[in-house]
């Protein structure tokens, strides 16, 4: 069964301290994974997209990783800022046609407090 | 970046009465578009998928006739929930795939329901 789990459920850390999410996924075949930043009552925004041959990405003070042989990816935040408060999704895409389908991780809750 | 907007973002209504949600890609052409439920502290369901000019196709256990969309053009879907009922509270979120590139989705910011 084609499924995405994510871990933690959710994370409260300090202003300016480092965190890592992750993502185990048993999806198959493979196309990409994608993080999502969604913030409260708003549409998820994509962070980063990674593809079968990619390791790691970064944009900004995020960095995901991809590890498809054991399928798993992480995505790590540097410095933290209060707005990077959010929730951060996980979505792998299974297959390689234009009528493949998404499948949604349930998503991490952050909290950065001062 | 390609927008997506929703329209409206709040709306709240009577138990029994019709809502019409409108999903429009403002600076490009999407033949799919997609339309998502979300619950509180859940992540996004999948609801349909509209292609433009045809049927949508939904996803088991949603009621189609219940919740009608139509993607008339291009650039805009819309989903009307009818009859709707204090369970069909939730956060609707709809995103567009961009013409030619079968990879990227692009969301919506949402339209929040609340029907007493």
């Known amino acids: 069964k084609n499924q995405v789990e994510q871990s933690p459920q959710s994370l409260i850390i300090l202003e300016g301290k480092n965190c890592t999410l992750q993502?185990?996924?048993?999806?198959?075949?493979?196309?990409?994974l994608r993080w999502y930043k969604q913030d409260t009552g708003r549409g998820p925004v994509s962070l980063t997209i990674?593809?079968?041959?990619?390791n790691t990405k970064s944009n900004g003070r995020y960095t995901a990783t991809l590890d498809a042989d054991t399928k798993q990816s992480s995505l790590h935040i540097t410095a933290s800022q209060l707005s990077d408060s959010a929730s951060y999704i996980c979505?792998?895409?299974?297959?390689?046609?234009?009528?493949?389908?998404?499948?949604f991780g349930p998503g991490t809750s952050l909290s950065v407090i001062p | 970046g390609a927008v997506v907007s929703q329209h409206p973002s709040r709306v709240i209504c009577k138990s029994g009465t019709s809502v019409k949600i409108e999903c429009r890609s403002l600076d490009f052409q999407a033949t799919t578009m997609f339309w998502y439920r979300q619950f509180p502290k859940k992540s996004l369901m999948l609801m349909a998928t509209?292609?433009?000019?045809?049927?949508?196709?939904?996803e088991q256990g949603v009621e189609k006739d219940k919740f009608l969309i139509n993607h008339a053009s291009l650039t805009l879907s819309t989903l009307t929930v009818t009859s709707a009922h204090p369970e069909d509270s939730s956060f609707y979120i709809c995103s567009a795939r961009v013409r030619g590139v079968t990879d990227t989705q692009y969301f919506g910011p949402g339209t929040r329901l609340t029907v007493l």
């Open positions: 990674m593809t079968f041959s990619e």
């Open positions: 979505v792998v895409r299974n297959g390689k046609t234009s009528y493949d389908k998404v499948i």
């Open positions: 993502c185990n996924y048993t999806v198959s075949p493979f196309s990409n």
């Open positions: 509209s292609n433009e000019g045809s049927k949508a196709t939904y």
